[in-house]
Structure formats: C-alpha cells, structure tokens
C-alpha cells in the first residue's frame, strides 16, 4: 500500500512512468506446490488410498494381500520415474499429472469390469437367459480403454512417459479386478505398447484416431485369440448367432476409436491446466494469421522476413537432434515482436537513406536494441501467448553482447581521452563504458530449442553481411558464431551436448547453402539485337547447358 502511495508521488512529479510493465510472476507458495517434497508425499498418499479404495471395492478376494502386492508395484514405479524420468520427478505438478492420469484410468476400467461382472450376476442361477447375460459380461469387458493412459501420457510427455504407464496400470489393473487376471494383463499391455508406437510423433489430431483404430483391432485380435469372441464363433457356425458375433467385433473396435476421441478431447483440459504444449497445439499456433504476425508484415517487413528464415533453420536443426521442431517454428516466429516498438531501429527494416542510431549515443543504441526483448515479453504477454513463447523470447539473447555498439563506445572513450591531453580534461571526467551495459538481461538458453534458435537467429543476422556466398565462408560463419557462443558461456545452461551441437551447426550448414545458393547469370535479351543473332555462327555442335540450381 505504501509503495502505491510512493509510486503517485513520483508519477505527480514526474520521476515514474504511470504505466507498469506486464510481468509474469511466479509466488512462493506456488514455487513450493511445484517443488516441496510435502506436495510430492501427498501426490503418492492420495494415490495410494485411491488404489486401496479400488481394491476393497471387491471383498470376493482377499484384499488386504492385493493391497501389499500393489504398493509392492507402487514402490517400483517410484523407483522407475526417479531414476528415468528425473524431471517429471522434480516437478510435482508432472508428478500429479502422470499418476492422476493413471488412477483415472484404473477407476474407469473398474467401473467397467464391475458392471461387466454385474450382468453375469444377474442372468445366472441356471435361468434360461444365462447365455445372454454371457455376452452382455464378454461386451462390457470388451469396451476396456486399454490405452486411455498410455495414450494421455505418450501424447503429452513423450514415448518413454506412454511406456511407463502402459506397463504400471496393466500391473494394477490386473491386481484391481481379480486378483492377477493373466488375460487383462497381456491385452493392457500389448495394446498400451501399440498406442504408444502410433503416437511415436503425433501431429494432427487424426493421427489419436488411427492410433485408436489399431488398438481396437488389437483388442479384437486378442480376444479372438484368448476366447472373449471365440466361443461365439463356433456357435455361430451353425447360423444363429452372427448377430452377437457382429456386435462384439464392434464394440472391441469401437472401444480404442471411443478411447482415441476421449484422449483428443480430454488433451486440451490437461494443456491447460499442466501447462504442457504438445506437437497438436504447436501446428494450431502455427498460423501466420496472428495479429502480431500481421502487424510484423506491415510495420517490420524485414524482421518477419528474418524470422521466417530463423524459423526454417530452427526446425531442421531441432529434426537433425530429435528436438521439437514444431516448437522451434512457432518460437521461431515470435522471438522478435518486440522490435514492433521501434522497428526502425534495427538493420534489416532501415531505409537506405537514413541510419538513426547515427544521431544516438552507443549506450542508447544499446539500451534501444537491448529493450527488444522486454517488449516482446510485453507484448507476448498482452496476447496471451504460451509460456514456451514467452520463455525463448526472454532467452533468445542470452546475456550476450551488444558487440558493434560496445565497440563504438570504446572508440569514443578513446578518441575522448585523445582529445583530452589537447584540452586538458581530466581522465575521471570521461565517461566510462561498462561492459555490463551493453549486455542483454538473460536468461541464458534453458532448453535445447531456445539454444537452437538463438544460434539461428545470429547465424542468421550475420549471414546477410557476407559479399560473395560461399560453402567455405559459410562453413567458417556457423564454426565462428557457435566457438563464440560457447566461450561466452551462452550455451552452459541448456541440455545440448557437444555431438548435438555439431548436427546442429551441420544443419545450419546445409540450410543457409540451400537458401543462399547463386543463380547463373543469364544474358539481357533486350540488349541483344536480331542481327547480332543473325551474324553469330551456329555451332557444329550442340552447346553445353550450364546446371540450373533449383529456385
């Protein structure tokens, strides 16, 4: 309250600006949801009083055993994700995430396996529509959503993340229905693995459903194999009982089609609330139709144009290392918005007649080139774009320096010393340039795509200034550029090794050479006249056609 007070004052006198900056802000006590042990602790009790509460649903077993054997199960699958997945670990929110997802999955197969039982209960006791109540129990256990989780996790997480629950909620769904079920367990697995390996790179949203199709024939395979369909055939054979055959096909198929839209339909839920963007979102966010985009195009033509070709050098990059390349381009393509401020300032949307930092002293150019990154959060934060946006537009400068500028500066600073021992101004009354400055604010890269596209976006930039393009002088930019990146220590910070950045640089390579190619140079037909046509002697034989590189 009294900083609110402070503020007026200073706005009244001119000494604040009464507009504050959008910033996102991080509380503590989310910091603590996020990484406090107490939080993780809770995440596991809850699930493991969920799992019991499954478990003593049925008393026809001895339930107390079954409990043992899943927190058995349990304590491995902890093992399993702190060992392998040690970032899904750290985060509690991933945590909750990958076994929420998977309690949800077991509470909807024990609905179903109860209701399947259910049916038989009440045709059975030697009445005569005991056969009925057979099949109704074979369709109800034929609609399980064996790849609910497998699918959930694969899509938002990755393979490895589709893997783990595949295998883990068909340990505990075998345990959750009666007691170890052999049969469960093997069509759990074997279609939790086939959802898995369809969805290795999902991209659209078709892809969900033909990853549900191929489970549903998985699931209708199975139990032709293990005797869910079979029994019916052979009746069948006699030519009574197509019908039931038909309908528990359809219902095996139907059940991975049912469970692939549920996933679908269920993933922006999850987006959202775990702020996790997958390969879907990025290809939505991909349209180039977005205000700000738009607003490039007409007030920054040069910086759209710039961050088209950042775009191209970052997704083939990030595909050269197995990266996300759909992230790479969408990031690509926002990482300079804030140059929307003043476009004018930067080199590539300057007029040929008039250079506005030459009017400015070099730590005002600094501060104005510098200031790019803050107004695109701003910006980024107006529109409500995502956080990954937002994070490589913090990060794309590192805290790397304003070279050209810096150097400027000590020009000055020197010719100012020179011209002081003729004047005789005193040595601490020039100015002193501090590198600090010139430097941008940071963060450095934190991930592996917000590094690829910062190298991207200075190859870039200094690509534009070479006279005669070469395979040589572009092999020696890419090589400057990265061994300048690396012993500043902009590239510390992110999860890229050495190998990664040599495919990396590689990439970059073949990219510019294919972007930046030369052209052979055709004669003028204008200039050429008819009788010089006429007077040239034709060749005794057929002339060599220079190689036409592809536009």
Same mark, same amino acid.
């Given at each position: 309250?009294?900083?609110?007070?402070?503020? =007026?004052?200073?706005?009244?006198?001119?000494?604040?600006?009464s507009?504050?900056?959008?910033?996102?802000?991080?509380?503590?006590?989310?910091?603590?949801?996020?990484?406090?042990?107490?939080?993780?602790? $809770?995440?596991?009790?809850?699930?493991?009083?969920?799992?019991?509460?499954?478990?003593?649903?049925?008393?026809?077993?001895?339930?107390?055993e079954?409990v %043992?054997?899943a927190?058995?199960? #349990?304590?491995?699958?902890?093992?399993?994700?702190?060992?392998?997945?040690?970032?899904?670990?750290?985060?509690?929110?991933?945590?909750?995430?990958? %076994?929420?997802?998977?309690?949800?999955?077991?509470?909807?197969?024990?609905?179903?396996?109860?209701?399947?039982?259910?049916?038989?209960?009440?045709?059975?006791?030697?009445?005569?529509?005991?056969?009925?109540?057979?099949?109704?129990?074979?369709?109800? *256990?034929?609609?399980?959503?064996?790849?609910?989780?497998?699918?959930?996790?694969s899509?938002?997480?990755?393979?490895?993340?589709?893997?783990? $629950?595949?295998?883990?909620?068909?340990?505990?769904?075998?345990?959750?229905?009666?007691?170890?079920?052999? &049969?469960?367990?093997?069509?759990?697995?074997?279609?939790?693995?086939?959802?898995?390996? &369809?969805?290795?790179?999902?991209?659209?949203?078709?892809?969900?459903?033909? +990853?549900g199709?191929f489970?549903?024939?998985?699931?209708?395979?199975?139990?032709?194999?293990?005797?869910?369909?079979?029994?019916?055939?052979?009746?069948?054979?006699?030519?009574?009982?197509?019908?039931?055959?038909?309908?528990?096909?359809?219902? $095996?198929?139907g059940?991975?089609?049912?469970? +692939?839209?549920?996933?679908?339909?269920?993933?922006?839920?999850?987006?959202?609330?775990?702020?996790?963007?997958?390969?879907?979102?990025?290809?939505?966010?991909?349209?180039?139709?977005?205000?700000?985009?738009?607003?490039?195009?007409?007030?920054?033509?040069?910086?759209?144009?710039?961050?088209?070709?950042?775009?191209?050098? $970052?997704?083939?990059?990030?595909?050269?290392?197995?990266?996300?390349?759909?992230?790479?381009?969408?990031?690509?393509? #926002?990482?300079?918005?804030?140059?929307?401020?003043?476009?004018?300032?930067?080199?590539?949307?300057?007029? *040929?007649?008039?250079?506005?930092?030459?009017?400015?002293?070099?730590?005002?150019?600094?501060?104005i080139?510098?200031?790019?990154?803050?107004?695109?959060?701003?910006?980024?934060?107006?529109?409500?774009?995502?956080?990954?946006?937002?994070?490589?537009?913090? =990060?794309?400068?590192?805290?790397?320096?304003?070279? #050209?500028?810096?150097?400027?500066?000590? =020009?000055?600073?020197?010719?100012?010393?020179?011209?002081?021992?003729?004047?005789?101004?005193?040595?601490?009354?020039?100015?002193?340039?501090?590198?600090?400055? #010139?430097?941008?604010?940071?963060?450095?890269?934190?991930?592996?795509?917000?590094?690829?596209?910062?190298?991207?976006?200075?190859?870039?930039?200094?690509?534009?200034?070479?006279? *005669?393009?070469?395979?040589?002088?572009?092999? =020696?930019?890419?090589?400057?550029i990265?061994?300048?990146?690396?012993?500043?220590?902009q590239?510390?910070?992110?999860?890229?090794?050495?190998?990664?950045?040599?495919?990396?640089?590689?990439?970059?390579?073949?990219?510019?050479?294919?972007?930046?190619?030369?052209?052979?140079?055709?004669?003028?037909?204008?200039?050429?006249?008819?009788?010089?046509?006429?007077?040239?002697?034709?060749?005794?034989? *057929?002339?060599?056609?220079?190689?036409?590189?592809a536009a």
């Amino acid at each position: 309250m009294l900083g609110f007070f402070e503020r =007026q004052r200073l706005v009244k006198k001119g000494l604040c600006s009464s507009k504050l900056r959008r910033r996102r802000t991080e509380s503590e006590w989310l910091q603590t949801l996020e990484h406090g042990p107490l939080a993780k602790v $809770a995440i596991f009790v809850a699930f493991i009083v969920g799992l019991a509460a499954l478990i003593y649903s049925d008393m026809r077993t001895q339930p107390m055993e079954k409990v %043992f054997i899943a927190v058995l199960i #349990f304590l491995t699958a902890l093992a399993q994700i702190w060992i392998n997945h040690p970032k899904t670990f750290e985060r509690n929110s991933r945590v909750l995430l990958v %076994f929420g997802v998977m309690l949800l999955h077991l509470v909807i197969v024990k609905m179903i396996l109860v209701t399947a039982d259910n049916q038989l209960l009440r045709g059975s006791g030697g009445s005569p529509d005991a056969l009925s109540a057979l099949e109704r129990q074979q369709l109800w *256990r034929l609609a399980v959503p064996y790849a609910f989780a497998p699918l959930v996790l694969s899509v938002l997480l990755g393979k490895n993340h589709g893997i783990y $629950a595949a295998t883990f909620v068909s340990l505990w769904g075998a345990i959750v229905y009666r007691g170890i079920d052999p &049969i469960f367990l093997v069509m759990s697995l074997i279609c939790g693995f086939i959802a898995v390996f &369809i969805t290795l790179d999902v991209r659209r949203r078709s892809r969900l459903v033909r +990853a549900g199709l191929f489970v549903g024939l998985s699931t209708w395979i199975l139990a032709l194999i293990f005797g869910l369909i079979g029994p019916i055939i052979w009746e069948s054979i006699g030519g009574t009982h197509w019908q039931i055959l038909g309908l528990q096909s359809l219902v $095996a198929v139907g059940s991975g089609i049912i469970t +692939a839209f549920m996933v679908s339909g269920a993933l922006p839920l999850f987006e959202s609330t775990f702020r996790i963007t997958t390969n879907i979102s990025w290809l939505e966010q991909a349209d180039l139709n977005h205000p700000l985009l738009k607003r490039l195009v007409i007030e920054a033509p040069g910086t759209y144009h710039h961050s088209l070709v950042v775009a191209n050098l $970052a997704e083939a990059a990030a595909e050269a290392i197995g990266a996300s390349a759909s992230m790479c381009r969408v990031c690509s393509y #926002f990482h300079d918005i804030g140059k929307l401020v003043k476009p004018e300032y930067f080199t590539e949307n300057m007029r *040929r007649d008039r250079n506005p930092h030459d009017e400015l002293a070099p730590t005002m150019s600094a501060l104005i080139i510098i200031a790019h990154v803050k107004e695109g959060v701003d910006l980024a934060l107006k529109h409500g774009l995502n956080q990954e946006i937002i994070d490589v537009i913090q =990060q794309h400068h590192g805290t790397s320096l304003v070279f #050209f500028f810096y150097k400027r500066a000590l =020009q000055q600073q020197e010719d100012a010393r020179a011209g002081g021992k003729i004047m005789n101004i005193r040595e601490e009354d020039i100015p002193e340039v501090r590198e600090e400055s #010139f430097r941008y604010s940071g963060p450095r890269p934190q991930t592996r795509e917000a590094a690829i596209i910062s190298l991207a976006d200075c190859i870039e930039s200094a690509s534009r200034s070479l006279d *005669r393009v070469t395979p040589q002088k572009i092999d =020696q930019l890419v090589s400057d550029i990265i061994e300048k990146r690396l012993l500043d220590g902009q590239l510390k910070e992110c999860d890229l090794t050495m190998r990664e950045l040599e495919e990396v640089a590689e990439s970059f390579r073949r990219t510019l050479q294919s972007m930046m190619h030369s052209r052979v140079a055709y004669p003028d037909s204008r200039t050429e006249s008819r009788s010089d046509r006429r007077d040239t002697p034709m060749p005794t034989s *057929r002339p060599t056609v220079p190689p036409v590189s592809a536009a």
